[in-house]
């Protein structure tokens, strides 16, 4: 009998043995990248798909009976269900005929979190949580049989999902040229933007009014997200929200997030991402590490312990968005240019002082990720392409965030010159005491987080001037070229270009730098202060000093207020 060369390589990837040269489908293999060559991952999702079968949107009708209901809800973004692993790799749940679907048993399990919360404040009036879903014992069962989900979309684009935690790199590690371990850049298959229909039936008819209490409780659930991984933003459903904390129209560009295959995509998730990064710096400038995480995670959710639902949602309604391309010359990026309204809310009750705090609270992060930076891949740098007076540069760096529209004046008012900085962070800050103080926290700024961008002012300055157009921008050529050349024979020219300060490629650097647009200034008008619409820019740098000689050097030029800045924020070091 003749032996089959390469047998293992006619072997599905789902179903090949996990290791080195067979099958590793949560690794990303750079030497097959520079190849050309697909990532297992890659094939793993193309031979699933060309077996799978497809329900067409036509043939998934919603169903109304007395004994069976089905609604169809669209994903806003990515998502994935909690029931599979390949070697590390999350997977969505896949069932009959290759069909990846949200299994029922975890539709209920969401759905009785939601309804003891509805009973617990008196909202059921048809049925009791116990009459709906049983006891946890299981050994009265209830009226209602979930039914699970699935897509009823072309759900095969896309499903490649690259993923890279960095919060111990972003904000914790003083060594910047060292990430945290588990952050390196893994695969997963996630759906893009599924709309999912999901069907319960009951043992016995029901009334339309408790059908309607039941889609309510459901609507409820699903506002928190559905699925893995939704503290970082997955399995979140449009038209879902719950009440509503803060929104705000923002328009931006930057360099776009690339999947496997170098495509890009505009990830709402970034906004997120950053707040939940800049909730980590406040609040680790407030308390210890252990406290300030704990705060977060009861914001943003979080995996320790047995896992926790944050309280604040996030929605991301696109109005307009624009994929492209910048760069030649092996420098090519992905970029995006998106509009679009940012909604969070809350997604569970809170009482009055809470949910006034929390509400406080968001708005002001909000409010801080917007003057002192920006979101996504290269949020700490200035969109070079505005700011940069050089035509021969072709590389992508920074990101240029906006309001879309004029914003509230109570709240535009607070930041309009550099000498109203300083001030708006203290209130921030005084913001995030309140809402510790009222989750049972006592802030201990004098005990604060040992981390490289914990926010206190012996640990961080900021510096700001008033640009009157963007060819004023002054300190992105600092970061390029010396910003002071020595004039004398043998002197050395001062540089912070590739240094700690700055960073480079594998080095995050501990400067901001940040053209903040404030949309509107205060004049004088016949002897009486009146708010005019402007067109300038605050050019703000943050700066968390280390103990290199350049960053002495560059803080000692900035004392000298070279192009008007000044000290802003932070305790300036002897």
């Not at 960095?166 to 933007?193: C, F, H, I, M, P």
């Not at 039936?201 to 039941?214: F, N, R």
């Not at 709240?411 to 550099?418: C, I, K, S, T, Y």
Request: one cysteine or more; proline letters at 5%; a positive charge.
């Amino acid at each position: 009998m003749k032996s089959i060369p390469d047998a293992h390589k006619k072997v599905p990837m789902m179903f090949r043995a996990q290791v080195s040269g067979r099958s590793q489908l949560h690794y990303i293999d750079s030497n097959k990248k520079k190849a050309g060559e697909k990532q297992d991952v890659q094939l793993w999702a193309e031979q699933w798909i060309e077996k799978a079968e497809f329900v067409p949107t036509e043939k998934a009708q919603e169903v109304e009976t007395p004994t069976y209901q089905t609604k169809t809800y669209q994903i806003s973004w990515r998502f994935v269900t909690n029931g599979g692993q390949d070697d590390g790799m999350i997977r969505p749940v896949i069932g009959a005929k290759g069909i990846p679907f949200y299994p029922g048993s975890s539709m209920k399990g969401v759905f009785r979190q939601a309804c003891e919360r509805a009973e617990r404040a008196g909202e059921l009036q048809y049925g009791s949580c116990k009459d709906y879903c049983g006891d946890e014992s299981e050994i009265t069962p209830g009226r209602l049989r979930f039914e699970g989900a699935y897509p009823i979309n072309d759900w095969t684009q896309g499903l490649v999902d690259l993923v890279h935690p960095q919060q111990g790199w972003q904000v914790k590690n003083q060594q910047t040229n060292s990430r945290s371990s588990g952050e390196s850049a893994y695969a997963l298959v996630s759906l893009d933007r599924p709309t999912l229909r999901f069907g319960i039936s009951s043992i016995k008819p029901l009334s339309p009014e408790q059908w309607q209490e039941i889609w309510q409780v459901w609507e409820n659930a699903i506002a928190v997200g559905l699925g893995t991984r939704v503290c970082a933003g997955y399995g979140h459903v449009e038209a879902a929200q719950s009440e509503i904390l803060y929104q705000v129209r923002l328009k931006g560009q930057g360099q776009a997030a690339k999947l496997i295959d170098d495509t890009g995509e505009f990830r709402p998730n970034i906004i997120r991402g950053s707040l939940r990064g800049h909730a980590l710096r406040i609040f680790g400038g407030l308390t210890d590490a252990n406290t300030a995480e704990q705060l977060v995670e009861e914001l943003f959710g979080g995996v320790q312990g047995q896992g926790t639902a944050g309280l604040l949602g996030l929605g991301f309604q696109t109005a307009d968005l624009k994929l492209g391309i910048f760069g030649q010359n092996g420098y090519e990026q992905p970029t995006y240019n998106v509009e679009g309204d940012v909604i969070w809310s809350l997604t569970r009750p809170l009482p009055d002082a809470e949910k006034t705090a929390l509400q406080n609270l968001v708005t002001d992060l909000m409010w801080f990720a917007m003057v002192l930076g920006g979101f996504g891949k290269s949020w700490r740098r200035a969109d070079h392409r505005l700011f940069y007076d050089n035509d021969d540069y072709q590389k992508l760096i920074g990101c240029h965030w906006q309001w879309a529209q004029k914003p509230d004046k109570s709240h535009a008012l607070r930041v309009w010159n550099p000498k109203k900085v300083g001030g708006f962070i203290d209130s921030v800050l005084e913001t995030a005491k309140v809402w510790m103080q009222l989750r049972g926290k006592t802030p201990t700024p004098n005990r604060h987080a040992d981390w490289r961008e914990a926010w206190h002012p012996s640990r961080v300055q900021v510096w700001g001037r008033i640009a009157r157009t963007r060819d004023e921008c002054v300190a992105i050529s600092w970061l390029h070229e010396p910003y002071q050349k020595g004039i004398s024979r043998g002197e050395r020219h001062k540089s912070i270009k590739a240094t700690s300060l700055t960073g480079k490629i594998g080095q995050i650097g501990r400067l901001w730098h940040r053209m903040y647009p404030p949309k509107v200034q205060v004049v004088k008008q016949d002897g009486k202060p009146q708010v005019k619409s402007t067109n300038r820019f605050i050019e703000l740098l943050t700066i968390f000093p280390d103990n290199s000689q350049e960053s002495t050097d560059f803080l000692e030029f900035l004392k000298n207020q070279p192009d008007g800045f000044e000290l802003l924020w932070g305790e300036q070091q002897p």
